[in-house]
């Protein structure tokens, strides 16, 4: 079964996402009463978005699943604490953007993986860069990767991406400013961008 979400945020109509928020508003309430069935449907509906997001962060699909998964987890231990009137998706991001962040800095004390060595042929979901971009996106901070991936790869409202990520639409901005520039110094040359 294929979901609105399959595809890049972007691509999905304004009608249809606030379609989506009236219903996600009546699985959550089902959800709260004791409903498991409903959060999987919560679940199904923003996985594929929620791993193409994780993605973004670690560059490794199994890492993006598992991040994606303990997000989810999260999210539903803490579904008493989520207010009923607002939209799901950012909430459950700023859950899943921490579980990326705590998996970033755990895997860079271990040193067992390098965001610049995961080869992006390997990647097999939409987000997929070419190798250069993909090389200039790993060697960004997180927080700026983070903002590129979200208004490049899901084209998300400057507002959208201040409401995911909790911070000013001019803080957005600003990352994004600095993110592109940084961008542009590693690929100058490139066609890419």
């Not at 509906?45 to 699909?61: C, D, F, K, M």
């Amino acid at each position: 079964m294929t979901t609105m979400t399959d595809r890049p945020l972007r691509e999905v109509p304004q009608k249809t996402l606030e379609a989506l928020a009236k219903r996600d508003r009546a699985l959550l309430e089902r959800v709260r009463a004791g409903d498991l069935d409903a959060f999987q449907d919560v679940v199904k509906q923003y996985r594929p978005v929620a791993v193409r997001i994780a993605l973004g962060y670690l560059r490794n699909e199994e890492e993006a699943t598992d991040c994606s998964q303990d997000a989810f987890v999260k999210a539903f231990e803490r579904i008493h604490l989520f207010d009923l009137s607002k939209a799901f998706f950012p909430w459950f991001f700023g859950i899943l953007r921490n579980v990326c962040l705590k998996r970033l800095r755990t895997l860079k004390r271990r040193q067992e993986y390098s965001l610049a060595d995961q080869d992006p042929a390997d990647l097999q979901t939409p987000f997929n860069p070419s190798d250069e971009i993909a090389r200039a996106l790993g060697e960004l901070t997180p927080e700026h990767r983070e903002v590129v991936v979200l208004r490049h790869w899901e084209e998300l409202s400057y507002e959208a991406i201040a409401a995911a990520t909790g911070v000013s639409v001019g803080t957005v901005m600003s990352r994004l400013f600095y993110a592109r520039r940084q961008l542009r110094r590693r690929l100058a040359g490139s066609e890419e961008l």
